[in-house]
């Protein structure tokens, strides 16, 4: 069983940056695949990033690949989303979730999820 926490959301003009924390508990974080899903309203929950129990492969979504970057530390069992040049099209309620599966980008295949930070980007 993993519990994840989010933090770090909050309201930022357009080009502006952010940084998501997920704190996680759970004996096995270390050897799980975290990744960041976002949901804005009226829209289906979507990929945005994921990375390696080891911090070693990452993955993104199209959109997002050059301006967010996941990263973890295993020491404070912690994942972190750095979002620069923001857009109102990020808005979204952001979600770290985990999973013992390697990378997956489906929603489906993350069992652990946070209850999510919601991220406003103005224009």
């Known amino acids: 069983q993993v519990h994840l926490v989010e ?15 997920c704190a996680a ?15 804005a309203p009226g829209k289906e929950r979507e990929f945005v990033a994921a990375i390696t129990w080891s911090g070693g492969i990452t993955q993104y979504a199209e959109s997002e690949k050059g301006r967010f970057t996941i990263s973890r530390d295993n020491a404070k069992n912690t994942v972190y989303l750095q979002m620069n040049s923001l857009k109102p099209e990020d808005t979204a309620v952001y ?29």
């Open 7 to 21: 933090s770090g959301g909050g309201l930022v003009q357009a080009g502006g940056s952010l940084r998501l924390s």
């Open 25 to 39: 508990s759970g004996r096995t974080f270390r050897s799980y695949t975290m990744g960041w899903f976002r949901q």
């Open 95 to 123: 979600y770290c979730a985990s999973t013992a599966v390697v990378l997956p980008t489906s929603a489906q295949r993350y069992p652990y999820w946070g209850q999510g930070t919601q991220v406003t980007v103005s224009s």
